[in-house]
Protein backbone atom coordinates (compact mmCIF):
# COMPACT_ATOMS: atom_id res chain seq x y z
CA UNK A 1 0.00 0.00 0.00
CA UNK A 2 1.01 3.44 -0.70
CA UNK A 3 -0.14 6.97 0.60
CA UNK A 4 0.34 9.68 -1.90
CA UNK A 5 0.27 13.28 -1.13
CA UNK A 6 -0.36 15.22 -4.50
CA UNK A 7 1.61 18.22 -5.03
CA UNK A 8 -1.34 20.52 -6.40
CA UNK A 9 -0.08 23.74 -5.38
CA UNK A 10 -2.33 25.64 -3.27
CA UNK A 11 -4.82 23.68 -2.86
CA UNK A 12 -5.17 20.04 -1.47
CA UNK A 13 -5.69 16.49 -2.32
CA UNK A 14 -3.74 13.14 -0.89
CA UNK A 15 -5.26 9.11 -1.69
CA UNK A 16 -4.48 5.57 -0.50
CA UNK A 17 -5.49 2.36 -1.86
CA UNK A 18 -6.12 -0.59 0.57
CA UNK A 19 -4.90 -3.75 -0.37
CA UNK A 20 -7.96 -5.00 -2.32
CA UNK A 21 -8.25 -2.18 -4.35
CA UNK A 22 -10.61 0.49 -2.70
CA UNK A 23 -9.98 3.88 -3.01
CA UNK A 24 -9.99 6.61 -0.55
CA UNK A 25 -9.44 10.12 -1.86
CA UNK A 26 -9.09 13.35 0.47
CA UNK A 27 -10.03 16.80 -1.62
CA UNK A 28 -9.52 17.08 -5.32
CA UNK A 29 -7.94 20.74 -5.40
CA UNK A 30 -5.32 20.62 -8.85
CA UNK A 31 -3.11 23.66 -10.17
CA UNK A 32 -2.99 25.13 -13.49
CA UNK A 33 0.80 26.60 -14.19
CA UNK A 34 2.10 23.53 -15.08
CA UNK A 35 -1.26 22.15 -15.44
CA UNK A 36 -1.58 18.98 -12.69
CA UNK A 37 -5.10 17.32 -12.38
CA UNK A 38 -5.73 14.10 -9.64
CA UNK A 39 -8.59 12.89 -11.74
CA UNK A 40 -5.48 12.36 -14.29
CA UNK A 41 -3.47 10.45 -12.15
CA UNK A 42 -5.18 8.55 -9.33
CA UNK A 43 -5.22 4.87 -9.61
CA UNK A 44 -7.56 3.92 -12.54
CA UNK A 45 -7.94 6.95 -14.08
CA UNK A 46 -7.29 5.60 -17.58
CA UNK A 47 -9.50 3.56 -17.76
CA UNK A 48 -12.83 5.74 -17.37
CA UNK A 49 -14.59 2.83 -15.50
CA UNK A 50 -12.86 2.77 -12.31
CA UNK A 51 -14.42 3.75 -8.98
CA UNK A 52 -13.15 5.97 -5.74
CA UNK A 53 -14.88 4.09 -2.87
CA UNK A 54 -14.83 7.35 -0.74
CA UNK A 55 -14.06 10.63 -1.69
CA UNK A 56 -13.59 12.93 1.46
CA UNK A 57 -13.87 16.65 1.30
CA UNK A 58 -12.64 18.65 4.31
CA UNK A 59 -13.66 22.36 3.08
CA UNK A 60 -15.62 23.69 1.15
CA UNK A 61 -14.06 26.10 -0.92
CA UNK A 62 -12.58 25.99 -4.17
CA UNK A 63 -8.77 25.27 -3.80
CA UNK A 64 -10.43 21.63 -2.14
CA UNK A 65 -12.82 20.71 -5.16
CA UNK A 66 -11.78 22.47 -7.79
CA UNK A 67 -10.88 19.14 -9.92
CA UNK A 68 -14.76 17.41 -8.82
CA UNK A 69 -16.11 17.84 -12.63
CA UNK A 70 -13.35 16.08 -14.25
CA UNK A 71 -12.97 13.62 -11.18
CA UNK A 72 -16.96 12.54 -12.00
CA UNK A 73 -16.10 12.05 -15.43
CA UNK A 74 -13.92 9.37 -15.18
CA UNK A 75 -14.90 7.65 -11.96
CA UNK A 76 -17.84 6.28 -10.37
CA UNK A 77 -17.76 7.71 -6.70
CA UNK A 78 -19.38 5.26 -4.77
CA UNK A 79 -19.22 7.60 -0.70
CA UNK A 80 -19.27 10.89 -0.02
CA UNK A 81 -17.79 12.04 3.75
CA UNK A 82 -18.32 15.77 4.57
CA UNK A 83 -20.15 18.07 7.00
CA UNK A 84 -23.33 17.68 6.90
CA UNK A 85 -24.14 20.16 9.59
CA UNK A 86 -25.36 22.88 6.53
CA UNK A 87 -27.65 21.92 4.45
CA UNK A 88 -27.82 22.23 0.48
CA UNK A 89 -29.18 25.53 0.27
CA UNK A 90 -27.15 27.27 3.38
CA UNK A 91 -24.06 26.18 1.31
CA UNK A 92 -24.79 27.76 -1.79
CA UNK A 93 -26.24 30.87 -0.10
CA UNK A 94 -22.88 31.29 1.97
CA UNK A 95 -21.18 30.91 -1.86
CA UNK A 96 -23.40 33.56 -3.42
CA UNK A 97 -22.48 36.13 -0.91
CA UNK A 98 -18.96 35.67 -1.11
CA UNK A 99 -18.36 35.48 -4.71
CA UNK A 100 -19.93 32.92 -8.11
CA UNK A 101 -20.51 29.59 -8.14
CA UNK A 102 -17.71 27.84 -9.98
CA UNK A 103 -18.42 24.29 -12.13
CA UNK A 104 -16.72 22.59 -9.21
CA UNK A 105 -18.92 24.19 -6.13
CA UNK A 106 -21.80 23.99 -8.41
CA UNK A 107 -20.93 19.71 -8.53
CA UNK A 108 -20.39 19.85 -4.68
CA UNK A 109 -23.45 21.28 -4.07
CA UNK A 110 -25.35 18.32 -5.93
CA UNK A 111 -23.11 15.90 -4.35
CA UNK A 112 -24.35 17.15 -1.05
CA UNK A 113 -27.93 16.96 -2.14
CA UNK A 114 -28.15 13.32 -3.73
CA UNK A 115 -25.56 11.27 -1.19
CA UNK A 116 -27.71 10.63 1.50
CA UNK A 117 -28.47 6.92 1.20
CA UNK A 118 -26.70 3.65 2.30
CA UNK A 119 -22.87 3.36 1.68
CA UNK A 120 -21.75 1.64 -1.67
CA UNK A 121 -18.35 0.81 -0.98
CA UNK A 122 -15.77 -1.73 -0.71
CA UNK A 123 -14.63 -2.44 2.84
CA UNK A 124 -11.00 -1.33 3.78
CA UNK A 125 -9.39 -4.40 5.69
CA UNK A 126 -6.47 -2.27 6.61
CA UNK A 127 -7.65 1.32 6.84
CA UNK A 128 -10.09 2.57 9.08
CA UNK A 129 -11.31 6.79 9.81
CA UNK A 130 -12.97 9.02 11.97
CA UNK A 131 -14.22 12.48 11.15
CA UNK A 132 -15.60 15.20 13.24
CA UNK A 133 -16.25 18.75 12.59
CA UNK A 134 -18.05 21.48 14.17
CA UNK A 135 -21.61 22.71 13.59
CA UNK A 136 -23.18 25.19 11.34
CA UNK A 137 -24.35 27.87 12.32
CA UNK A 138 -22.65 27.86 15.18
CA UNK A 139 -19.66 28.45 12.59
CA UNK A 140 -20.69 30.37 9.82
CA UNK A 141 -17.29 30.24 8.00
CA UNK A 142 -15.95 27.60 5.81
CA UNK A 143 -12.71 27.85 7.18
CA UNK A 144 -14.32 26.79 10.88
CA UNK A 145 -16.37 24.25 9.34
CA UNK A 146 -13.58 21.64 8.17
CA UNK A 147 -13.93 18.36 8.48
CA UNK A 148 -10.87 16.67 9.93
CA UNK A 149 -10.31 13.18 8.80
CA UNK A 150 -8.29 11.20 11.54
CA UNK A 151 -6.77 8.22 8.89
CA UNK A 152 -5.26 4.86 10.22
CA UNK A 153 -3.40 3.00 7.80
CA UNK A 154 -2.41 0.02 9.26
CA UNK A 155 -1.38 1.73 12.19
CA UNK A 156 0.03 5.09 10.41
CA UNK A 157 -2.19 7.91 11.25
CA UNK A 158 -2.87 10.93 9.43
CA UNK A 159 -4.59 14.29 10.15
CA UNK A 160 -6.84 15.63 7.14
CA UNK A 161 -7.97 19.10 9.17
CA UNK A 162 -9.01 20.84 6.24
CA UNK A 163 -8.43 24.83 6.83
CA UNK A 164 -9.64 24.67 10.45
CA UNK A 165 -8.34 27.51 11.91
CA UNK A 166 -7.49 28.39 15.71
CA UNK A 167 -11.56 29.10 17.05
CA UNK A 168 -12.80 25.97 15.30
CA UNK A 169 -9.34 23.90 16.79
CA UNK A 170 -10.23 24.96 20.52
CA UNK A 171 -14.07 24.13 19.97
CA UNK A 172 -13.27 20.65 18.81
CA UNK A 173 -10.86 20.12 21.38
CA UNK A 174 -13.71 20.12 23.55
CA UNK A 175 -15.38 17.15 22.23
CA UNK A 176 -14.14 14.20 23.88
CA UNK A 177 -14.34 11.93 21.25
CA UNK A 178 -11.85 14.46 19.20
CA UNK A 179 -9.56 14.47 21.88
CA UNK A 180 -9.11 10.93 22.07
CA UNK A 181 -8.27 10.35 18.68
CA UNK A 182 -6.00 13.04 18.62
CA UNK A 183 -4.41 11.71 21.63
CA UNK A 184 -3.54 7.91 20.11
CA UNK A 185 -0.70 9.67 17.92
CA UNK A 186 -0.10 11.54 14.73
CA UNK A 187 2.00 10.30 12.09
CA UNK A 188 1.87 12.66 9.43
CA UNK A 189 -0.38 16.04 10.40
CA UNK A 190 -0.98 17.64 7.28
CA UNK A 191 -1.32 21.61 8.34
CA UNK A 192 -4.26 22.92 8.62
CA UNK A 193 -4.69 26.18 5.83
CA UNK A 194 -1.97 24.82 4.06
CA UNK A 195 0.43 26.10 6.75
CA UNK A 196 -0.47 29.35 7.62
CA UNK A 197 -0.72 31.20 10.55
CA UNK A 198 -4.58 31.28 11.22
CA UNK A 199 -4.74 27.42 11.01
CA UNK A 200 -1.89 26.85 13.87
CA UNK A 201 -3.36 25.94 17.07
CA UNK A 202 -0.45 24.98 20.11
CA UNK A 203 -3.49 23.68 22.38
CA UNK A 204 -3.61 20.52 19.67
CA UNK A 205 0.05 19.85 20.41
CA UNK A 206 -0.61 19.68 24.12
CA UNK A 207 -2.89 16.47 23.42
CA UNK A 208 -1.16 14.96 20.42
CA UNK A 209 2.44 15.22 21.71
CA UNK A 210 4.72 15.42 19.05
CA UNK A 211 4.16 13.88 16.03
CA UNK A 212 6.24 12.78 13.35
CA UNK A 213 5.91 15.03 10.87
CA UNK A 214 4.14 17.97 9.23
CA UNK A 215 3.06 18.66 5.91
CA UNK A 216 2.28 21.88 3.80
CA UNK A 217 0.41 21.24 0.84
CA UNK A 218 0.87 24.60 -0.91
CA UNK A 219 2.33 27.10 -3.43
CA UNK A 220 5.24 29.00 -3.37
CA UNK A 221 5.24 31.80 0.00
CA UNK A 222 3.78 34.84 -0.97
CA UNK A 223 2.64 36.10 2.23
CA UNK A 224 4.12 36.31 6.14
CA UNK A 225 1.38 34.10 7.31
CA UNK A 226 2.88 30.76 4.90
CA UNK A 227 6.52 31.17 6.56
CA UNK A 228 5.28 29.18 9.80
CA UNK A 229 8.01 26.40 9.51
CA UNK A 230 9.71 26.28 11.92
CA UNK A 231 7.08 26.94 14.51
CA UNK A 232 5.54 23.33 13.41
CA UNK A 233 8.97 22.02 13.69
CA UNK A 234 9.26 22.28 16.99
CA UNK A 235 5.88 19.93 17.39
CA UNK A 236 7.41 17.23 14.99
CA UNK A 237 10.00 14.43 15.89
CA UNK A 238 10.62 14.32 11.99
CA UNK A 239 10.88 11.33 9.79
CA UNK A 240 14.10 10.19 6.90
CA UNK A 241 13.94 11.84 4.05
CA UNK A 242 16.80 11.91 1.19
CA UNK A 243 19.56 10.60 3.94
CA UNK A 244 17.99 13.95 6.37
CA UNK A 245 15.64 14.06 9.61
CA UNK A 246 12.34 16.34 8.26
CA UNK A 247 10.00 17.72 10.54
CA UNK A 248 8.28 19.93 7.72
CA UNK A 249 7.56 18.58 4.80
CA UNK A 250 6.02 20.54 1.95
CA UNK A 251 4.89 19.76 -1.33
CA UNK A 252 6.03 23.48 -2.96
CA UNK A 253 9.57 22.57 -2.80
CA UNK A 254 9.51 18.59 -2.20
CA UNK A 255 6.89 17.24 -4.87
CA UNK A 256 4.28 14.74 -4.82
CA UNK A 257 4.80 12.52 -0.95
CA UNK A 258 4.95 8.95 -0.82
CA UNK A 259 4.66 6.76 2.11
CA UNK A 260 5.55 3.02 0.51
CA UNK A 261 4.20 0.60 3.26
Known amino acids: M ?12 AYVQDSNGALLVFDCGHKDEPE ?26 QDHISDLPRLQERFSIRCFHRNRSLSAQDLRAMKERTGVITNAMSELIGMHITYTGPEDALPTPNISWETYSNSYPEFAETNDL ?19 ERPGWLSLLRNTGFKAALSRGVDVLVASHHGRENGYCPEVFTVSGEVGAVVFSDSSIRHASQSMANTYARHARGVPFNGQNRRVLTTRNDGTLVWDF
Open 36 to 61: FRPSAVLPGAQSYNSRIDRLFISNFD
Open 146 to 164: SMVTFLDIDGFRVVFPGDL
Open 2 to 13: KFTILDVGHGSC
